[in-house]
């Protein structure tokens, strides 16, 4: 016979109210089918879920279930990479947009909990990300040309070229998108409490106050595939592509692919913000190019300036630079389906 399972659950205490209820209420679905009680760490500002992830997989449980917001499911996703071990997506916090990318439930822990504890196993891909951060003069540069002064403008094969140096230089892994641009600067500005309050609408509230940002210039690489060049007001690469609100940003793209789908966005003025949304919802072309799409395993964008970059909606900082390359099926998930 074989002996019941362990989970551990690795939960950002942050996003609830009540974490004691919350605890007792997955020891409860664990025993209701009959795994043992679960491993339970929580994550602190010094350890977001790398180290308890580490430790997870040292006490040898059989699935690993973040409890949190998008950014404790990357930290937790990222170290368990090529684990052999899946990753069992529980709801909290304000996107859980991987899960809805996956089609999992995210208003019911009961639901989500039954499904990593007996649901299927399945290989998804995950996104490396290498960026180049700007120096000091150029964040300066920046900084002179939104008060409308001569800016220094940043040589575009420099910023990526071998010789730049290795302290700004940095890597990251996401699961489900990055953006360059107006995405990054709503993510840094949305305040905590109103996302408490209203959920991803507050991100609807503060994207509305940040519609006539500056546009920015970017090469678009992809090997195989040439280069473009674009004046732009946002640039997402995305693992998947459905957004909050249940907006289909990359429709084409899939957790499982083994690519990458990219769009640029490059509105002009609210008219420009309308006729983008109406392209995004429906699919049609309104009007002069404002989205386009691009699909490749690689992606490489330089900017003319320093751009704000977020990763599943963790804002990193300003950017010069990004690579972003696909690593197939490299992580495990629990899905909707009878175990084999």
């Not at 997989?57 to 950014?71: K, Q, S, T, W, Y």
């Amino acid at each position: 016979m074989d002996s019941p399972g362990r989970a551990a659950v690795i939960v950002n205490p942050t996003k609830f109210s009540d974490v004691g209820r919350v605890r007792r209420r997955v020891e409860e679905v664990c025993r209701v089918h009959g795994w043992e009680e679960p491993l339970w760490l929580e994550t602190t500002a010094e350890d977001p879920g790398p180290g308890q992830t580490a430790q997870a997989l040292e006490a040898g449980v059989d699935v690993v279930c973040p409890l949190g917001g998008d950014g404790t499911v990357r930290a937790v996703g990222a170290a368990m990479v090529d684990s052999g071990v899946p990753v069992g997506l529980l709801p909290g916090g304000t996107g859980n947009l991987l899960a809805r990318n996956l089609e999992l439930p995210v208003e019911s822990l009961d639901k989500a909990l039954t499904i990593a504890l007996t649901g299927r196993t399945a290989p998804i891909d995950t996104c490396r990300l290498e960026l180049v951060r700007p120096t000091t003069s150029q964040l300066e540069a920046r900084l002179e040309d939104e008060e409308g002064q001569p800016s220094t403008s940043v040589d575009m094969d420099d910023a990526v070229d071998d010789r730049t140096s290795p302290e700004v230089r940095e890597e990251h892994r996401f699961l489900v998108m990055a953006g360059l641009g107006f995405d990054a600067e709503v993510m840094a500005a949305a305040p905590e409490k109103l996302k408490d309050r209203v959920g991803w609408l507050a991100y609807l509230v503060t994207g509305l106050q940040h519609l006539k940002g500056p546009q920015f210039t970017v090469d678009l690489r992809m090997p195989g595939s040439g280069q473009v060049r674009r004046r732009v007001r946002s640039v997402m690469v995305g693992n998947v592509g459905r957004l909050q609100g249940g907006m289909e940003l990359l429709p084409d793209a899939l957790a499982d692919d083994g690519t990458m789908d990219a769009v640029l966005l490059s509105p002009e003025g609210i008219v420009g913000w309308v006729a983008t949304v109406a392209q995004l919802t429906t699919r049609r072309r309104i009007g002069h190019r404002r989205v386009e799409h691009f699909q490749s395993p690689e992606v490489r964008v330089v900017s003319d300036k320093p751009v704000e970059l977020e990763i599943d909606g963790d804002t990193i900082g300003s950017v010069l630079a990004i690579r972003v390359q696909v690593d197939p099926g490299s992580l495990l998930v629990r899905l909707p389906g009878t175990a084999a």
